[in-house]
Nanobody, 125 residues
Framework: QVQLVESGGGLVQTGGSLRLSCAAS????????TGWFRQAPGKEREFVAA????????YYKDSVKGRFTISRDNGKNTVSLQMNSLKAEDTAVYYC??????????????????WGQGTQVTVSS
């Protein structure tokens, strides 16, 4: 069992940066693929980025490539999402997720096993 708690969301202007963090409980966290999803009002939850258990493989939604960077620290049981050059369309609730035996390219939310409660990111123009 893994519990995930996100932090770091907030209000930022267009072009600004935020760093989201996800703290995980459970000693098996280091064996899980972890990822970030987001959900804007009235829209479905969508994949943003993922990283495999060792950190050797990452995958990003096309619209965030070059702006967002996912990383993890297995010693601290954390995964982070550095978001730069933020745009209004990045506004959403961001969720941390963990999955057993997943590829970092698993973009469907239904494939993931564990979810955090979410943190709001609002980008104002």
């Amino acid at each position: 069992q893994v519990q995930l708690v996100e932090s770091g969301g907030g209000l930022v202007q267009t072009g600004g940066s935020l760093r989201l963090s996800c703290a995980a409980s459970g000693r098996t966290f280091r064996t899980y693929t972890t990822g970030w999803f987001r959900q804007a009002p009235g829209k479905e939850r969508e994949f943003v980025a993922a990283i495999n258990w060792s950190g050797s493989s990452t995958y990003y939604k096309d619209s965030v490539k070059g702006r967002f960077t996912i990383s993890r620290d297995n010693g601290k049981n954390t995964v982070s999402l550095q978001m730069n050059s933020l745009k209004a369309e990045d506004t959403a609730v961001y969720y941390c997720a963990a999955g057993v035996g997943l590829s970092a390219t698993a973009v469907m939310p239904t494939a993931w096993n564990y979810w955090g409660q979410g943190t709001q990111v609002t980008v104002s123009s």
